[in-house]
């Protein structure tokens, strides 16, 4: 049985309303009993059977930020799609709010990709995924487990694992590592002492001047009128913090290089997580494999970015392999 959510009916997004697309909100299950709540987007005058997307991300965001974008637009151009909100994240359940899983994280897309299956105007055959930042991670994580979905785009991601385990840029040794893990645990402790959880904060707000670069492009995403979202973890209280412990343990994408359906991987070229889709292209195998450098674009401009984001690139790559 699903949970009765209280979803918000008027539009919400960061982005305007498109009068090419049908949008309605809706609510499905995944495995571990959470239930999801989701916004279909679907192109106006459509008959038959379409091909369909499940779009999710940045980590940490909700779907009325980049991941409504995204999935909103490829509407326009001919596909059914759901943006959703992963288990204990938005709209969706589950308890503590804005807890993390590489587990049930992947589980939620095949979760999105049970609820497409179904629909009565959706081709069941023709089934793809768009995972933005973390979630293109987690994107390439169920694509290697989830033989029902025919192409996968990634874009601007990140290792999850990876960037939890090392740092960035791996700068992280295994003393770090024995720090960290020391910390989160101590917290862990702290928590169920008091019976609390404890969130390290979204992106700062003021930004320090000495963060890096990339963190000030953060900060004019998710704490601006660009891209604040009262329902993003990022734009306010921040994740669990104590939820790094399962992806410095459990790494994922660890078996990309089985992929055989389609991957599109998109970065921009001064992005500073681009090294995170280049060292995981270069594990990918087959003809149907493409990574695709935006020149000039930085992290943050594949999120909202229409004249960065290659939204026609995009169509022509699912066309060719939803089919």
Same mark, same amino acid.
């Given at each position: 049985?699903?949970?009765?959510? @209280?979803? #918000?009916?008027?539009?919400?997004?960061?982005?305007?309303?498109?009068?090419?697309?049908?949008?309605?909100?809706?609510?499905?299950?995944?495995?571990?009993?959470?239930?999801?709540?989701?916004?279909?987007?679907?192109?106006? @005058?459509?008959?038959?059977?379409?091909?369909?997307?499940?779009?999710?991300?940045? $980590?940490?965001?909700?779907?009325?930020?980049?991941?409504?974008?995204?999935?909103?637009?490829?509407?326009?151009?001919?596909?059914?799609?759901?943006?959703?909100?992963?288990?204990?994240?938005?709209?969706?359940?589950?308890?503590?709010?804005?807890?993390?899983?590489?587990?049930?994280? #992947?589980?939620?897309?095949?979760?999105?990709?049970?609820?497409?299956?179904?629909?009565?105007?959706?081709?069941?055959?023709?089934?793809?995924?768009?995972?933005?930042?973390?979630?293109?991670?987690?994107?390439?994580?169920?694509?290697?487990?989830?033989?029902?979905?025919?192409? #996968?785009?990634?874009?601007?991601?990140?290792?999850?694992?990876?960037? @939890?385990? @090392?740092?960035?840029?791996?700068?992280?040794?295994?003393?770090?590592?024995?720090?960290?893990?020391?910390?989160?645990?101590?917290?862990?402790?702290?928590?169920?002492?008091?019976?609390?959880?404890?969130?390290?904060?979204?992106?700062?707000?003021?930004?320090?001047?000495?963060?890096?670069?990339?963190?000030?492009?953060?900060?004019?995403?998710?704490?601006?009128?660009?891209?604040?979202?009262?329902?993003?973890?990022?734009?306010?209280?921040?994740?669990?913090?104590?939820?790094?412990?399962?992806?410095?343990?459990?790494?994922?994408?660890?078996?990309?290089?089985?992929?055989?359906?389609?991957?599109?991987?998109?970065?921009?070229?001064?992005?500073?997580?681009?090294?995170?889709?280049?060292?995981?292209?270069?594990?990918?195998?087959?003809?149907?494999?493409?990574?695709?450098?935006?020149?000039?674009?930085?992290?943050?401009?594949?999120?909202?970015?229409?004249?960065?984001?290659?939204?026609?690139?995009?169509?022509? $790559?699912?066309?060719?392999?939803?089919?």
């Amino acid at each position: 049985m699903e949970e009765k959510l @209280n979803l #918000t009916m008027e539009w919400d997004k960061t982005f305007p309303k498109s009068e090419k697309v049908n949008h309605r909100k809706v609510t499905f299950h995944n495995h571990y009993g959470f239930t999801l709540a989701g916004d279909v987007y679907e192109p106006k @005058n459509c008959e038959g059977k379409l091909p369909a997307i499940a779009v999710a991300g940045p $980590f940490g965001a909700c779907k009325e930020q980049a991941a409504g974008l995204y999935a909103q637009n490829m509407a326009e151009r001919g596909f059914l799609t759901i943006a959703f909100d992963p288990s204990f994240m938005g709209e969706s359940s589950g308890e503590p709010r804005n807890m993390a899983s590489p587990d049930i994280n #992947t589980e939620d897309f095949s979760a999105a990709v049970d609820f497409l299956s179904v629909q009565d105007n959706v081709d069941p055959e023709r089934i793809g995924i768009i995972g933005i930042c973390g979630w293109g991670d987690m994107a390439l994580n169920v694509a290697s487990m989830d033989t029902r979905i025919k192409a #996968t785009v990634t874009s601007t991601m990140y290792n999850m694992s990876r960037v @939890n385990a @090392n740092d960035y840029f791996d700068t992280m040794d295994e003393d770090g590592r024995y720090a960290l893990l020391q910390r989160l645990n101590k917290q862990r402790t702290e928590d169920y002492r008091e019976n609390k959880t404890t969130y390290p904060g979204g992106v700062a707000d003021p930004m320090p001047a000495e963060a890096p670069w990339y963190f000030h492009d953060y900060h004019d995403y998710y704490k601006t009128e660009r891209g604040y979202h009262p329902r993003s973890a990022n734009s306010n209280e921040g994740r669990v913090d104590t939820a790094k412990l399962g992806f410095i343990n459990m790494p994922t994408a660890s078996r990309s290089g089985e992929i055989r359906s389609a991957v599109l991987m998109i970065h921009g070229e001064k992005a500073h997580s681009c090294y995170f889709s280049k060292d995981e292209f270069k594990k990918l195998k087959g003809d149907n494999k493409e990574l695709m450098i935006i020149p000039g674009a930085v992290h943050t401009d594949l999120y909202d970015n229409l004249d960065v984001i290659p939204f026609e690139q995009m169509e022509q $790559f699912f066309l060719t392999y939803l089919k």
